[in-house]
């Protein structure tokens, strides 16, 4: 299993900057950061940086969408960072969210999704695509290699992603809910004729180490739970779309009953005041909060169930000991240790 951090572009973009260099040392192999360009900084500079400081770790969003960024132009980019650093990024990509909401705009449709995914990965990758009514190349881009994972958590963006995706980004660490939308995502891959195998999923959500006393488990809820309202936004689009009885796990939105609006000025960030509504088992199922067996007990359920990364929404207030405690206790057990002799 590989792991990731996920980290928002505030400033200073040293401080982002140097936690992507630590998380490095630690062995994590992916930087994901936030692609809202109002609330924070313009992530694409700062992943120049990181990457020039740094030797392993991939870099991407989590995620953008195809509405803020002409999709030429996001493709120039990744193909660009590509020649630059050796093919060191990823492209997480989604309908959307705050980065349009700020804006007053609203996530795009499942159709441009596809469209959008099919013309960054293809001039990304050096090959032709029609845009616009005309067929363009990126002609220096012949080396860079760029895989598009797609975040999804409704039936028909699983479905989209199974068929088109690289990858597969939930963003949520509950079994139940991870196997459902594992399932989704690889029967849709097989149902398109392709290897369902050879799609790289990731799950990603608030991990916070705690001392194992209750005291500890109580404030390191309170530091995850923003993040239940964050996943609320997207779980309010899928009732608004289908209603009381969404195809879905009935785990993934009973809990949002009690949500009243949200504040994008507080988006990803502990102590969000719109988030209160969010009770403690959805943190404890959404979230990993806990001493490291508790961490390393969720890493092997979830690799169990087929998912080849899991990345840390590092949003509160202990991160700098939260890479060192899976750097140093969670990782190493739940690598595979491989003998040099047998």
């Not at 493709?75 to 492209?91: D, F, I, K, P, Q």
Request: charged fraction near 20%; glycine fraction near 10%; include cysteine.
């Amino acid at each position: 299993m590989d792991f990731g951090v996920v980290l928002q572009t505030t400033p200073p973009s040293a401080r982002v900057v140097d936690l992507a260099k630590r998380a490095e040392t630690y062995g994590f192999r992916y930087v994901w950061t936030f692609d809202s360009h109002i609330l924070w900084q313009e992530p694409y500079v700062i992943y120049s940086k990181i990457l020039d400081e740094t030797r392993n770790v991939i870099v991407g969003p989590m995620v953008t969408n195809p509405a803020t960024r002409d999709w030429t132009v996001t493709a120039s980019v990744y193909a660009t960072l590509n020649e630059m650093y050796g093919n060191r990024t990823v492209c997480g990509i989604g309908r959307g969210d705050s980065a349009v909401r700020v804006t007053n705009g609203a996530p795009t449709t499942l159709a441009t999704l596809r469209e959008s995914i099919h013309v960054i990965r293809e001039l990304a990758n050096g090959r032709p695509v029609e845009y616009k009514g005309s067929e363009l190349r990126l002609p220096w881009a012949s080396t860079s290699a760029l895989e598009v994972w797609v975040a999804a958590y409704g039936p028909k963006a699983l479905a989209l992603t199974g068929e088109v995706g690289d990858g597969f980004i939930l963003q949520l660490a509950d079994l139940s809910i991870a196997e459902w939308t594992i399932g989704a995502v690889k029967a849709a891959a097989e149902a398109a004729g392709r290897d369902p195998g050879s799609i790289t999923i990731c799950v990603a959500a608030p991990a916070y180490v705690t001392d194992g006393t209750e005291a500890g488990l109580a404030h390191g809820r309170e530091q995850c739970r923003w993040f239940g309202g964050m996943v609320g936004n997207h779980v309010a689009d899928i009732v608004a779309r289908y209603g009381d009885d969404a195809p879905v796990p009935k785990a993934l939105t009973s809990y949002i009953e009690g949500r009243q609006g949200y504040d994008y000025n507080e988006h990803g960030q502990a102590g969000n005041t719109h988030t209160t509504f969010v009770p403690d088992e959805i943190v404890d199922r959404f979230c990993i909060v806990g001493p490291p067996e508790v961490h390393v007990e969720r890493m092997r359920q979830l690799k169990d169930l087929g998912v080849d990364q899991f990345s840390i929404y590092l949003q509160h207030d202990d991160k700098d000991h939260t890479l060192a405690a899976y750097g140093e206790k969670v990782m190493p057990a739940v690598a595979e240790h491989v003998k040099a002799k047998s």
